[in-house]
């Protein structure tokens, strides 16, 4: 069995073909600048052979078709036809109240998904063009299946998800925390508990980090999210790349008043000109941040500082939710490959017995993963490489039987 995995954004596509019998990843790549100028494929196959080209994309439809092109292609090509592919699986932001499991998509899913646009105008809109236009070059004989970052998140209880402001706004509008990153924070805590060798579901708890341009930590016990650092939206929890993070409702209003700016323009500044990028004044890439820190700018030693201040008092606070901790999660981009944000986050932890070997936390990085922590660390400190595209495998290979 062959799963298409898509990834769909306003102006991006993301694939990956799996073949489900040893989950090995056959191809995959990107379709970027779709529907503007200099729009381009970028394709790799399991076999190293690869493309980048230039062609118009002006929609997801047309996307579609480069994607089906490439994986039937004579000479870069995994599969001979399209009805190869047993069914295609949809990453989709957010789910709302509505959906807390992946579905099989018919029209009323994709209808649904679209009506929840308000909570993410960005995504789901583009989630549902994709869907729509994947019908049409895939043909309705292909099942999809929507897998939902916000679903792993639908197991926190209302004493964490809901927020201090008139409850009629909850019932009007569903203003509550949803959370994100759903799919990875349960692929690396399932993965932790099976290398701690332990059932998930017997009393473990987990804190998990997922760090990277985009970041959220969840409080897992028992297998399910009991709480979480992103909220209405990806903007809440700490500092990321270009995010803020929480902060006082009255900065907002008050830097408004001060620079008459609108609620739009405000948006746009919390989401992509603050976090790493509007402390440092450098860069949202870690890399350039850490580059320029080490050449001795201090705005860039301040943002690292602020960034992992605030990852320690997330994960503190959760050690107080969970009533304890037994293994402690860093994936994604900056978890998998910042030894000296783990070794700074964990030094905060000490007071809690947390203890990291420096070593071996300075030889995890570039693709190695594995346990940080000393024998006598009170939780086992793991880093572990997330894979949501093979949790959306998973998922639609399920429930297409």
């Known amino acids: 069995m062959k799963i298409l ?21 056959l191809a995959k790549g990107n379709c970027e600048r779709i529907g503007t100028d200099g729009s ?17 994309m002006p929609d997801h439809k047309a996307a579609f078709m480069q994607v089906k092109d490439a994986l039937t292609d004579s000479e870069i090509g995994v599969i001979k036809e399209l009805s190869e592919v047993s069914a295609i699986g949809h990453r989709v932001v957010q789910g709302g109240s509505i959906f807390k499991k992946s579905v099989i998509i018919d029209d009323g899913v994709i209808n649904k998904i679209e009506e929840l646009s308000a909570l993410a105008p960005l995504h789901n809109i583009a989630h549902a063009q994709a869907m729509r236009a994947c019908v049409e070059v895939f043909g309705k004989e292909t099942p999809m299946v929507a897998v939902f970052d916000t679903a792993f998140h639908s197991t ?3 004493k964490a998800f809901m927020y201090a402001v008139p409850y009629e706004y909850y019932e009007k509008y569903q203003v509550r925390r949803y959370g994100f990153h759903g799919t990875s924070h349960r692929y690396v805590s399932a ?12 009393g473990l708890k987990l804190i998990t980090c997922h760090i990277g341009n985009g970041s959220s930590i969840s409080a897992v016990k028992n297998g399910k999210c009991v709480d979480t650092t992103m909220g209405l939206t990806p903007l809440d929890g700490f500092m990321m790349g270009t995010r803020s993070g929480s902060l006082d409702p009255s900065v907002v209003t008050f830097i408004a008043e001060k620079e008459h700016l609108t609620a739009e323009q405000m ?3 919390l989401n992509k000109k603050s976090g790493l990028l509007g402390i440092s004044g450098i860069s949202s890439d870690d890399r350039d941040v850490s580059e320029a820190e080490e050449h001795g700018n201090k705005r860039a030693h301040l943002a690292h500082e602020m960034l992992y201040y605030q990852i320690a008092k997330n994960v503190a606070a959760f050690y107080a939710v969970l ?3 037994d293994g402690i999660v860093f994936t994604a981009g900056l978890g998998e490959n910042q030894p000296q944000l783990r070794e700074m986050v964990c030094e905060y932890l000490s007071c809690f017995g947390v203890d990291i070997d420096k070593d071996l936390n300075n030889k995890t990085w570039h693709g190695v993963t594995g346990t940080i922590s000393t024998e006598k ?4 400190v793991e880093v572990i490489a997330t894979n949501e595209e093979l949790v959306i495998a998973r998922d639609t290979k399920a429930l297409i039987g």
């Open 156 to 158: 926190m209880p209302p």
């Open 267 to 269: 948006t746009e500044m």
């Open 377 to 380: 660390s009170s939780a086992r």
């Open 40 to 56: 381009f494929i970028g394709y790799k196959n399991a076999n190293g052979k690869n493309k980048k080209e230039n062609v118009p």
């Open 323 to 325: 009533g304890g901790c």
């Open 191 to 202: 993965e932790m508990a099976k290398l701690m060798g332990r059932n998930p579901e017997d």
């Open 5 to 25: 995995v898509i990834n769909a954004g306003s102006s991006s596509l993301k694939f990956q073909l799996i073949d489900m019998e040893d989950e090995k990843v």
